[in-house]
């Protein structure tokens, strides 16, 4: 075998998560979860993702075909969908903040009301309940019917039935409510971070550590249990120190076969991607910080409100703020380089021209351009 080197690291983590497109089940079963994020600029994370790794994959196909897919939304390391054979091993799920009795009845009611009616609106709850309003998280007002209806999706209570114009619709969630033993708790949280490395590996091991404590959103009950969890993951998992850092990968894989080759393809990743989630794995893989900018107010951004990383071959060698306007999808193209005519020489217009079908066919545009940011 082959000395491992950071280009392996790279060439691994690249082409094993960007495989060959597939139906849109089996790449979700693929990746093992898909981040969601309900910013559009110019589709919503979700959808930009998918667009990569699903057949003629179209912006909101996810959404409208949601019933039928055997996913669930919820929480995991972060908000998203994942097939329910992975939902159901952080259920029975206990939320860190307790609820009052006073707010159990007001749940369990709401509960009775849509077993009656099969699924439910929000609006349907808080016209037949009047919650009132309440202040949400960002310090803004908020029906507090919303806020219930989060509480008990995240409780398990409850599941996401279908969207109706972006907006959850709900359905009562039929699941085991007795808590797990300790040992298949321990197994459960092993198949989770299992799951985690299998979306987001090689991982560097501040990484790895990072992920199993983010598990603390979809597994609170265990948070306890994480310092176990990765002492036993470092044991299970295959790992090397590349460079002074430690990374760990499934045991199963090789990250110097060569099988994992990069395509020629541009491609316009959404920030969440798994090929750049990892921000501190960015700047080790390609020597500049990429970040996400749109809560940054807008004088002190350097990217743009929502820059997609640019992916060419194996490297992410810049941006591209993306926007439909009257029906044409357009590209404002940053170099991480700084740009100049030599940075754009005719194999990466031709990559990005062809880039820009895809990206056009996947929006539903009559037209594409791009123009150099």
């Given amino acids: 075998m082959p000395a491992l080197t950071l280009a392996h690291l790279r060439h691994y983590a690249i082409a094993r998560t960007l495989f060959k497109p597939t139906t849109l089940g089996r790449a979700i079963d693929k990746l093992g979860f898909v981040q969601a994020d309900p910013i559009r600029a110019p589709a919503r994370a979700q959808d930009l993702t998918l667009r990569h790794r699903v057949v003629d994959y179209r912006a909101g196909d996810l959404e409208r075909r949601y019933a039928k897919l055997g996913v669930e939304e919820d929480f995991f390391v972060n908000y998203g969908f994942l097939p329910r054979r992975h939902h159901a091993l952080m259920h029975p799920r206990t939320a860190r903040a307790a609820w009052a009795p006073a707010r159990w009845a007001q749940a369990h009611a709401v509960l009775e009301f849509i077993r009656e009616r099969g699924a439910v609106h929000p609006r349907e709850v808080d016209l037949h309940f009047a919650h009132g309003k309440t202040t949400n998280w960002f310090g803004g007002s908020s029906n507090a019917s919303t806020q219930l209806l989060d509480g008990m999706h995240y409780r398990g209570l409850i599941r996401v039935a279908r969207r109706d114009g972006g907006t959850r619709v709900y359905a009562v969630r039929e699941g085991d409510a007795t808590e797990p033993d300790a040992p298949t708790a321990a197994a459960r949280m092993d198949a989770l971070v299992d799951l985690v490395v299998a979306k987001y590996a090689p991982l560097p091991f501040a990484t790895l550590g990072q992920l199993i404590s983010h598990l603390g959103l979809g597994a609170p009950q265990w948070r306890a249990q994480r310092a176990g969890t990765l002492a036993r993951a470092k044991q299970r998992l295959a790992h090397k120190r590349v460079e002074g850092i430690d990374w760990y990968w499934p045991a199963t894989e090789k990250p110097t076969s060569s099988r994992w080759r990069a395509d020629e393809n541009v491609r316009l990743l959404t920030p969440f991607d798994p090929v750049v989630w990892d921000r501190r794995r960015f700047e080790l893989f390609w020597g500049w ?74 929006m539903g545009a009559s037209s594409t351009r791009w123009s150099r940011g």
Avoid at 296 to 303: D, E, F, G, H, N
Avoid at 304 to 311: K, S, V
Avoid at 322 to 335: F, K, N, Y
């Fill in 289 to 362: 910080a990429y970040r996400f900018e749109a809560y940054t107010p807008a004088p002190k951004r350097k990217l743009g409100y929502y820059a997609l990383p640019l992916l060419w071959h194996d490297q992410v060698i810049g941006w591209g703020n993306v926007s439909m306007v009257d029906g044409t999808l357009h590209a404002q193209i940053g170099r991480a380089d700084g740009g100049g005519k030599a940075v754009f020489a005719k194999p990466l217009r031709d990559a990005l021209d062809a880039e820009m079908e895809r990206f056009g066919a996947f």
